[in-house]
Structure formats: structure tokens, C-alpha cells
């Protein structure tokens, strides 16, 4: 709040408590609800100063989140413009640096692929077959005996090709 405003719920503060203690002292009901009158303009300015401030708020969450979503869909687009292609599972390369997921994540995209019937990570390789990312999906398919999936082709060294 601007100074401005803080007068003047500090005037109304103290314009009602005069009024009131006044109206009490000289048994004046008039002059009793002057001062509540006071009171409660101060508290409507108070409210509606704080209802401002959090509407601002409001909007500023507002606008983080569009503009993140922004950038997700702008990351889901430049993955669905990468090839795909449908593999024979026996044909993908696992790196060595690959090691055996753990127990909570695996069952984790195990239970997410029994519920949804796809894998919730893709599978992507290189151009030379070798597994990129998606090793928990590989393990999926090799459990349900998959011959072939579809497998994201990685174009060039950018980790976000």
C-alpha cells in the first residue's frame, strides 16, 4: 500500500475511534455509528487495497504459468517433428553405461503402462540403433514379449534432438 492510502485508513482509524469514544461518553447513538461507519471504511479500504494486491499476484502466477506452458508445448512439438520409426526389438543396442533401473521407478512405468497401454517414456536410439533414452520402456517391452516398437530417432549430438 502507497503511503496515501495508509493515511487514510489511519484517519478513518482514528476519525471512528474519536466518534465512537465520544458517542459512549455522551451517550449519543449517532455519534456511536458515525464511528463505526469510520471504522468500517477504513477496514473496506484495507480489504480492498489487499484484494488488489493479491489479484496481481494472481495474474503474475498466471502469466509464469502460461509462459511455461508455453515452453512445454513448444518442447512437445519439436518432439513430435522428430522421425519415428518402428523397430525390431532385438535390433536395439543397449550402451553399457545402462544400469538396471530402480525397483520404485520401474514399477512405477510398469503400472503407468498397464494402465494407459503405452510406455510413459518413448524410446529413442540413434541412427545406429544404440538405445538413447527410454530404458525403463525397453524393459517393458522385452517382459511383454514385444517384437517390434516405436522408437524416437535421435538426428545429430544435441542431447534435445
Known amino acids: 500500500m502507497n503511503k496515501k492510502t495508509i493515511f487514510v485508513i489511519l484517519a478513518n ?32 479500504i484495507f480489504v480492498f487495497e489487499k484484494a488488489l494486491k493479491w489479484r496481481d499476484d494472481v495474474i503474475k502466477e498466471q502469466n509464469d504459468c502460461i509462459k511455461r506452458q508455453d515452453k512445454l508445448i513448444t518442447k512437445l ?16 543396442k543397449i550402451p553399457k553405461k545402462f544400469t ?16 494407459n497401454k503405452c510406455f510413459e517414456v518413448p524410446i529413442v536410439i ?6 538413447v533414452d527410454g530404458y ?21 549430438g544435441n542431447k534435445n534432438d
Open 77 to 92: 512439438f519439436e518432439e513430435l517433428t522428430k522421425p519415428t520409426v518402428v523397430i525390431d526389438l532385438k535390433n536395439i
Open 126 to 131: 540413434d541412427k545406429n540403433y544404440m538405445l
Open 100 to 115: 538396471k533401473p530402480k525397483k520404485e521407478k520401474l514399477d512405477h512405468r510398469f503400472k503407468y503402462y498397464e494402465i
Open 136 to 156: 525403463t520402456s525397453y524393459l517393458i517391452a522385452k517382459k511383454y514379449n514385444m517384437k517390434l516398437v516405436q522408437a524416437r530417432v535421435k538426428i545429430g
Open 13 to 44: 482509524i482514528l476519525g471512528g475511534s474519536m466518534n465512537i469514544t465520544g458517542g459512549i461518553v455522551e451517550s449519543n447513538f449517532y455519534q456511536f455509528m458515525l464511528g463505526l461507519m469510520f471504522l468500517i471504511i477504513a477496514l473496506s
